[in-house]
C-alpha cells in the first residue's frame, strides 16, 4: 500500500513539473472588424425557376443600394458598410419578400439562402403578364422563347419572327439574323419544307412554337464527329408547344388583281410529335419589273398585304407564271431508324421585255462607248428536287446518316437583242438566239460515327460523298452587226451575218472522303485529329458551226473546244479543344496543311496544265461567354478555290459579238482567309439586346479580269484572265441595338451594315482599283399601344460611294433617304385597315426616272368565323403610281442603268381561310432533345 502512495505521489508530481514547463495560453484576439462586406443570392419562384430582373434593394442606417437579378436570378450587392440590414425583393406578378438579417463585422462574403417569391394571384387576374423576353445563347445557336412576344390570334411565323431581336425579315419573306442570311427551316429538328424558307414563315402559324432557335449548323459530318470546320449555313429551327404538338390544319388562299394578277395557295399538313406530313401547292401570274408589295401588313398583323416601300423594281416589263408543289414526310419510324423525305417541283414560264443603257471607257480610247440595248425574252423551264435522309441509331455507340439526292432542271429560252453603240464604238447589232439545256443531277452522301471506350470518350467517323451533274444545251444565234465609221447612220462600211450552232455538253463530278479521331482527355478536352480528300472535276466539250443561209452546217474546229480539268484537295488537321456548355472560355486550337493540285488537258489543241499548291492555315475557333446571355465569339477559316471554266478554258469564246473572251489555262487555285467575330448581349432586366458582328476577307492568287478595246477597225474587245496577289479585301460589320418596354407597348429598333470593298481589275492593261465602301441604317418603333392599334415609323438611309483608281473612270454616289410608317387599325375586332406608307428621298440615279416617289400601299380585310381564321382582303400597292424608278449597276469600266415598269399601280382581291385543330398526346407528352425532337 505505501508502494501505491509513493508512485501515485511521484507520477502528480511529474504532470505538474510538465504542466509547469508549458506556457500558458493567451486568450484568442478577436478578428478585425470590416469596413465593407459584399452580400449575393438568388431568387426564385415556387417552381424553383429563377427569377430574371427582379429588384433587390438592400436598405440599413447607412446603406441604400439597388440591383435587378440577372439572366440566372443571381443578384449582387457590393460595398455594404452595415452587417445588418433589410432585403426587400419586388418583381410583377409576385408577392414581395422583406427580411432583416443580423451577422458580424468580421464576415467579408455573405451569401444569402435562396429567396423565395410567392406568385401574387390578385395582381394576374388584374394585369396580363406575358413575360420577360428571354433570350438564350448557347454553342452555335440563338433561342428565343415564343410565348414572350405578343402577337395577334391567327398570325404567321413571319408576324412572330419580325419582333425578336437580331432577326430581320424583308418584304419579300427573306430571313437573316446578325446581317446573315438564313438558309432554310427545321421543325423539331428536321427539315421542312425543302429551299422555300419565305413560303414557310408565311404559311406557319405562329400559336404552335415554343421556342424559335437560329442555327450555325455545319453538316451532318461535324454533327457526329463534333468537329466543325467550313463556314456554316444558318438555320431556322422551330420547337413546337406540347399542347399543340399534334396538328391537322390547311391554308387556302387565292387572289385577283388587275395587271393580270393572279395567284393561289393550298396547303394540307398533319404534325404527331416526330411524324410530319405536309403538301404545299402554289400557282402565279405576277407582273415583272415592279418592287415587291410585302406581306404581312407591317408584320405584325396575322396576314394581309400591307405593301412595301422598296424604290425601283427589277427592270423591265413583262409577266411571269410559276407554279409547284413540295410534299415532305418526316418520321422516327422506330428508336433506331428517323426518315426525311421531300419532293418538289417548280414551272415557270416568262416573258420580258428591258431597256438597258451603259457606258464603258477604256484606257487609250478618247470616246466613251455608250450603249443602249433592248432585250425581249421568251424562257420557260421545269425542276425537280428529290432529298432522302436516313439517320441510323443501331446501338448508342455507334450512328449512320445516309442522304440521297437526286434532281434535274431543263429550260427553252427565245432572246431578241437590239443594241446601238456609239461613240468609241460605231456599231448596230441584232441578235436573234434560240437555246435549250437540260441537266440532271444526282448525288449519295455516307456518314458514320463509333464511339469507343468509357463515357464514350473516343470517336472515329467516316464520311464520303459524290455527285455527279450534266448540263445539255443546244445554242442557235443569228446576229447581224453594222459598223459605222462615225455616230451617222450614213457611214455604214460593213455589214455582216453571223450564224451559229454551239452544242455543249459539261459534266461536272465531285468526291468527297474524310476521316476524323476525336480522343476526350478530360471533362472539357479533346484531340482532334481528320484527314480529308476532295476531288472535283469538269469535262466540257463544246461543237461550233457556222449555219448559211440554206441552214447549211459547217463545224469550226478553231471555235470548237474539248476541255477537262480537276482540282484536288488534301487537307490534314490536328485540333486541340477545350470547353463545353457549361464552361465560360471555349476554344479550338489547331494546324492545318491543305495541298492542292490544278491540272488540265485540251484535247482540242494538245495542252497539258499542272498547278501544285500548298498551304498551312491556322485553326482558331474561340467563344467566351459571360452569361447565357451574353457572348463573344470569333472564327477563322481558309478554303483553295479553283478558276471556272471560262477562266481557264484555252479555246477563244466568241458567243458575244464584237467581244472575244479568252480563258488562261496557266491558273493558280486561288486561296480565300476568312475572319469572322460576333458578339451578342441580351440584359434581361432592361429589356435591351445588342448583336454585332464583323468579317475581314482576303484572297491570294485572286483571278483578276483584263478588259480590252483594240484600235483597229472594228474596235473589237477581249477579256483575258491572269493571278493577282492580295489585290482584293472585303470588311464588314453589322449591329443590331433592340429595346421593348415591359409591357411591350414600344420597341425600339437599331440596326445597319458598314463595309468596305477593295477590288483590282485591268484596263487596257492598267491597273484600276475599285473601292467601295457600303452605309445602311435603319431605326424602327413599333407601336402597339392597344391590340386593335399598331403604328410603326421608320427611317431607312442607304449610302453607296464607288472610287475607281483611273482617272478616265467615273465615280459613283448613291444615296436614299427612305421614310416611311406602316401598321394596322382593328374595328370591331374583325375589320383590319392596314397601311405602308414610304417617302424616298434618292439621289445618284438616272434623273429620267420619277424622282423622290411617294409610295403608298394599303389593304382593308374582313374577318369570319369564330377563330376569325377566314377572310376577305381588298388591297391596293403604289396608289400615285411612282414606284417606277430604276437599277443602277457600277462596274469597273462603267456603268447600266436598267429602267423598270412604268405601270407599278395595281389592285388585288384575296380570299384566305385556314382551319385548323391542335392537340396533345402521349407521344408528345415524354421529353425531348434540345431541338424539340421527342424521345420515344
Not at 915 to 926: D, I, L, N, Q
Request: net charge positive; aromatic share 8%.
Amino acid at each position: 500500500m505505501k508502494k501505491i502512495c509513493i508512485l501515485l505521489s511521484l507520477h502528480i508530481l511529474l504532470a505538474c513539473t510538465v504542466f509547469a514547463q508549458t506556457p500558458a495560453r493567451r486568450p484568442a484576439q478577436p478578428a478585425a472588424p470590416l469596413p465593407v462586406r459584399e452580400v449575393s443570392g438568388i431568387v426564385k419562384d415556387t417552381t424553383d425557376q429563377a427569377v430574371i430582373g427582379a429588384t433587390v434593394t438592400l436598405t440599413s442606417p447607412r446603406d441604400t443600394v439597388k440591383v435587378s437579378t440577372n439572366a440566372e436570378g443571381i443578384f449582387v450587392l457590393k460595398k455594404i458598410q452595415s452587417p445588418e440590414f433589410t432585403l426587400t425583393v419586388k418583381s410583377l406578378g409576385y408577392e414581395p419578400y422583406v427580411k432583416k438579417f443580423f451577422y458580424t463585422y468580421t464576415s467579408a462574403r455573405l451569401v444569402l439562402d435562396p429567396v423565395i417569391l410567392k406568385t401574387n394571384s390578385i395582381l394576374i387576374t388584374d394585369i396580363p403578364i406575358n413575360g420577360t423576353p428571354t433570350i438564350t445563347y448557347k454553342t452555335d445557336t440563338v433561342e428565343y422563347r415564343a410565348a414572350d412576344y405578343k402577337v395577334r390570334e391567327n398570325a404567321t411565323m413571319e408576324d412572330l419572327l419580325k419582333k425578336m431581336e437580331g432577326i430581320e425579315v424583308d418584304k419579300d419573306g427573306n430571313v437573316t439574323s446578325q446581317g446573315i442570311a438564313v438558309t432554310r427551316a427545321r421543325i423539331n429538328g428536321q427539315n421542312y419544307g425543302g429551299n422555300d424558307l419565305a413560303g414557310v414563315i408565311r404559311d406557319l402559324p405562329a400559336e404552335i412554337a415554343e421556342k424559335v432557335q437560329v442555327i450555325d449548323d455545319y453538316g451532318d459530318e461535324a454533327a457526329l464527329s463534333g468537329v466543325k470546320s467550313g463556314d456554316p449555313q444558318k438555320v431556322l429551327n422551330i420547337v413546337t408547344r406540347k399542347d399543340k404538338s399534334v396538328m391537322n390544319r390547311a391554308n387556302f388562299n387565292g387572289s385577283k388583281g388587275t395587271t393580270g394578277r393572279i395567284s393561289g395557295n393550298t396547303t394540307l399538313e398533319r404534325l404527331n410529335g416526330n411524324q410530319q406530313m405536309n403538301v404545299r401547292m402554289n400557282g402565279n401570274r405576277s407582273v415583272l419589273g415592279v418592287a415587291g408589295g410585302g406581306n404581312g401588313g407591317g408584320g405584325n398583323g396575322g396576314g394581309g398585304n400591307g405593301g412595301g416601300g422598296n424604290f425601283g423594281g427589277s427592270g423591265g416589263t413583262g409577266n411571269s407564271k410559276t407554279g409547284g408543289a413540295t410534299f415532305t414526310y418526316n418520321d422516327r419510324i422506330n428508336r433506331k431508324l428517323n426518315v426525311e423525305a421531300t419532293y418538289g417541283f417548280n414551272l415557270n414560264a416568262r416573258n420580258q421585255d428591258q431597256n438597258t443603257v451603259s457606258t464603258e471607257k477604256y484606257v487609250g480610247i478618247d470616246e466613251t462607248v455608250t450603249s443602249t440595248r433592248d432585250v425581249g425574252t421568251d424562257n420557260t423551264g421545269y425542276n425537280h428536287n428529290l432529298n432522302l435522309r436516313f439517320q441510323f441509331t443501331p446501338d448508342s455507340s455507334s450512328r449512320m446518316i445516309i442522304t440521297p439526292t437526286f434532281s434535274t432542271n431543263g429550260s427553252s429560252n427565245n432572246n431578241n437583242t437590239n443594241r446601238v453603240q456609239r461613240g468609241g464604238i460605231n456599231q448596230d447589232t441584232k441578235t436573234k438566239t434560240n437555246s435549250s439545256s437540260s441537266s440532271p443531277n444526282y448525288g449519295l452522301t455516307v456518314n458514320y460515327a463509333r464511339y469507343f471506350g468509357k463515357r464514350k470518350a473516343s470517336t472515329i467517323s467516316f464520311q464520303g460523298s459524290g455527285a455527279r451533274s450534266n448540263n445539255e444545251s443546244d445554242n442557235t444565234s443569228y446576229s447581224n452587226l453594222q459598223y459605222f465609221a462615225t455616230s451617222d447612220p450614213a457611214s455604214l462600211y460593213k455589214d455582216s451575218l453571223v450564224n451559229r450552232i454551239r452544242l455543249t455538253d459539261n459534266g461536272n463530278t465531285n468526291y468527297r472522303g474524310s476521316v476524323t479521331f476525336a480522343q476526350r482527355l478530360g471533362a472539357t478536352i479533346q484531340l482532334e485529329l481528320n484527314a480529308r480528300l476532295s476531288y472535283r472535276g469538269y469535262d466540257n466539250d463544246q461543237t461550233t458551226s457556222n449555219l448559211n443561209t440554206r441552214g447549211q452546217q459547217s463545224v469550226v474546229d478553231s471555235l470548237s473546244k474539248l476541255f477537262n480539268y480537276s482540282f484536288t484537295e488534301k487537307r490534314v488537321t490536328l485540333n486541340f479543344r477545350r470547353g463545353n456548355n457549361n464552361t465560360k472560355f471555349n476554344y479550338s486550337l489547331g494546324i492545318s496543311g491543305v495541298p492542292g493540285l490544278l491540272k488540265g488537258e485540251s484535247q482540242s489543241l494538245g495542252n497539258t496544265t499542272r498547278r501544285e499548291s500548298f498551304n498551312m492555315v491556322p485553326v482558331v475557333r474561340l467563344q467566351y461567354r459571360w452569361t447565357r446571355q451574353k457572348q463573344f465569339t470569333l472564327n477563322y477559316n481558309g478554303d483553295p478555290q479553283e478558276p471556272n471554266y471560262t477562266q481557264i478554258q484555252d479555246v477563244p469564246d466568241v458567243s458575244t459579238a464584237g467581244l472575244t473572251v479568252y480563258g488562261n489555262p496557266n491558273l493558280k487555285a486561288s486561296f480565300r482567309h476568312n475572319v469572322t467575330a460576333n458578339f451578342n448581349n441580351y440584359i434581361a432586366a432592361s429589356r435591351i439586346t445588342f448583336n454585332a458582328s464583323g468579317s475581314y476577307t482576303t484572297t491570294r492568287n485572286q483571278v483578276v479580269t483584263n478588259s480590252i478595246q483594240n484600235k483597229d477597225l472594228y474596235r473589237t474587245r477581249e477579256t483575258r484572265f491572269f493571278n493577282l496577289d492580295g489585290g482584293n479585301r472585303t470588311i464588314s460589320g453589322n449591329y443590331s441595338l433592340n429595346k421593348s418596354t415591359s409591357s411591350q407597348v414600344l420597341r425600339f429598333r437599331l440596326n445597319g451594315q458598314v463595309g468596305t470593298e477593295r477590288g483590282i481589275s485591268m484596263n487596257n492593261g492598267t491597273e484600276n482599283i475599285r473601292t467601295t465602301w457600303t452605309f445602311v441604317e435603319r431605326f424602327n418603333v413599333q407601336i402597339e399601344p392597344r391590340e386593335w392599334l399598331q403604328i410603326n415609323p421608320n427611317i431607312n438611309h442607304t449610302f453607296r460611294k464607288i472610287n475607281l483608281s483611273l482617272p478616265i473612270s467615273n465615280d459613283s454616289r448613291t444615296k436614299n433617304w427612305d421614310l416611311g410608317v406602316d401598321g394596322r387599325v382593328i374595328a370591331k375586332q374583325r375589320l383590319v385597315f392596314g397601311y405602308d406608307l414610304g417617302k424616298n428621298f434618292v439621289s445618284g440615279l438616272n434623273p429620267t426616272v420619277t424622282k423622290d416617289p411617294f409610295i403608298i400601299n394599303t389593304y382593308v380585310r374582313m374577318e369570319f368565323l369564330k377563330r376569325k381564321n377566314a377572310s376577305v382582303q381588298v388591297s391596293g400597292s403604289d396608289l400615285l403610281n411612282q414606284n417606277n424608278g430604276a437599277n443602277k449597276q457600277v462596274t469597273d469600266l462603267g456603268s447600266t442603268v436598267t429602267a423598270s415598269n412604268l405601270n407599278s399601280r395595281y389592285f388585288l382581291v384575296s380570299m384566305t381561310w385556314r382551319p385548323a385543330k391542335y392537340s396533345g398526346s402521349r407521344r408528345t407528352a415524354g421529353p425531348r432533345r434540345g431541338d424539340g425532337s421527342f424521345i420515344q
